[in-house]
């Protein structure tokens, strides 16, 4: 029987590991949590966030191979978006600023689940995020 499992963390490799701490510190309350430093590989930084969500990020060592997604996310297998929930997409993005790059919506997708709403944006280094808010899981019958 297997114990259980959570996630642990996201890797993410950025352009600017300063951007991208700021970025992710300032709307989404990520602080650091630790620094380990490799030498002439850089630093990994990890940052984690009240909820308990760590994302580690690293150096990159070369420019993206392809241009940056829009909409959601891209099509191919991959990950698709990373998702926040938030209580209110409209102070967040306000909160935001020039920041809140959209890629897609605001969105009311309430004929998939009541009172669901979501934003897609990019963070510094393109990737897509979505914010939303009023996601509920299913009850059963």
Sequence with gaps: MM????????????????????????????????????GEQGLIIFLKNPGGLYLELFPAAAAAPVTADTGDGPD???????????KSIDEILARMGDEAVITQGPMD????VAGWHTVWLR??????LEI???YADETAS
């Design 132 to 134: 939303s808010e009023g």
């Design 3 to 38: 114990g259980t499992v959570e996630l642990a963390h996201i890797g993410l490799v950025c352009r600017s590991m300063a951007e991208t701490e700021s970025f992710y510190s300032r709307h989404f309350g990520f602080t650091r949590a630790r620094v380990i430093d490799r």
């Design 76 to 86: 191919w297998p991959g990950f698709k978006h990373i998702a926040f929930a938030v």
């Design 123 to 128: 963070d510094p280094d393109g990737r897509i």
């Design 109 to 112: 997708l309430s004929a998939m």
